[in-house]
């Protein structure tokens, strides 16, 4: 390795990695054009991928290198780039450039800012010196996988490492559990009055628990793909805060019917509808907000978001079952 894949290696930006020896070519030219440019500006660096870009740099899409060769010279490039390209934003970290690699099989991947323009390149020669034959597939395999060695090697903890890094998050959930208890005698009135609301009590919170840790499933799969933004992050929560009135309505309906029919209780079985509804709803808001935030807030979402959603949906669970059941017991 040329780059040592340490813990803080991982966590540095890829802007401090990226280099500026890349081969572009311009937006408006023909293949003709753009290989009688190259001849005349021959790249300095390796050549992996040849960028389009307009002339304010925004980039529009690559040339394979077998595309450029074979076409006609007097064939645009607008036809024959890809336009689909895996970027990086400038405050995406190594360790998610390497999972890129991984993932989408790339030498190199373009930086580019929130309006596209082409700030960089980082390829896979700054982290391994293996570059050689790249032709033969195999290789590539190896070298992808040599990529996947590094990274998981940087990321193993030590038995007390690993504790104090977890220890912390999980006090959120101990600290949830004092609160949920004080908050339940804060409505002992209302528990004295209506036994049944404890009856369902682990039930409301389990499901509120269980939609969340879905959402923080979900959410940090999907970071293995592009890297998030605050935008990309208003977009999820619209999706999410639908998915999840639609799965606390029907699971908060399906409950209420159990407990009208068993208890009799109208106001206890719309107590139940309304606290499951509004509890999965924001558990789920909770479960895809918090691996985004720490993500872009530079902490370990895989380590926290569990635990500090989990703690938060029962806290807003209580308050929306108990303040509910107030109301419409009173």
């Keep these: 390795m040329s780059t040592a894949l340490s813990t803080t290696v991982l966590n ?26 190259l001849r005349r500006h021959p790249p300095r660096g390796r050549i992996v991928y040849f960028y389009v870009v307009d002339d304010e740099g925004r980039l529009h899409g690559v040339v394979p290198t077998r595309r450029l060769i074979l076409s006609s010279p007097d064939k645009p490039l607008a036809e ?10 400038p405050e995406a970290t190594v360790l998610e450039a ?15 800012d929130n309006d596209r323009r082409l700030l960089g390149v980082v390829d896979m020669e700054l982290y391994t010196d293996e570059l ?30 690993a ?44 499901l509120a628990e269980s939609v969340s840790s879905q959402s923080v ?18 977009t999820k929560l619209r999706s999410e805060l639908a998915t999840g009135a639609l799965l606390g309505l029907m699971s908060g309906t399906i409950i209420g019917l159990v407990g009208l029919a068993w208890l009799g209780e109208i106001r206890v079985a719309l107590s139940l509808i309304g606290g499951i509804a509004g509890g999965v709803t924001l558990a789920a808001i909770l479960g895809i907000t918090l691996p985004i935030l720490l993500r872009l807030l530079r ?32």
């Design 12 to 37: 540095e930006p890829v802007t401090k990695h990226m280099h500026q020896e890349f081969t572009r070519v311009g937006l408006g030219q023909t293949v003709g054009e753009s290989l009688d440019w």
């Design 80 to 89: 024959i780039m890809v336009q689909q390209v895996v970027a990086l934003p």
């Design 98 to 112: 390497c999972e890129f690699f991984i993932q989408h099989r790339l030498l190199a991947l373009p930086v580019v």
């Design 132 to 161: 050689g034959h790249l032709g033969d597939a195999s290789n590539r395999d190896d070298l992808f996988q040599l990529i996947g060695v590094h990274v998981a090697k940087a990321q193993q903890e030590s038995p007390l490492t």
């Design 163 to 206: 504790f104090r890094h977890r220890l912390p998050w999980l006090g959120c959930n101990i600290a949830a559990g004092i609160l949920a208890a004080l908050l339940s005698r804060l409505f002992e009135d209302e528990l004295n009055r209506t036994v049944a609301l404890a009856f369902f009590i682990p039930v409301v919170l389990n």
């Design 217 to 234: 499933s979900l959410t940090l799969q999907s970071l293995h793909g592009k890297p998030p933004t605050w935008r990309s992050l208003v």
């Design 299 to 330: 902490l370990e979402p895989r380590v926290a978001a569990g635990p500090v959603a989990l703690a938060g949906a029962d806290v807003v669970t209580i308050l929306i079952y108990f303040n509910l059941a107030r109301w419409l017991l009173g």
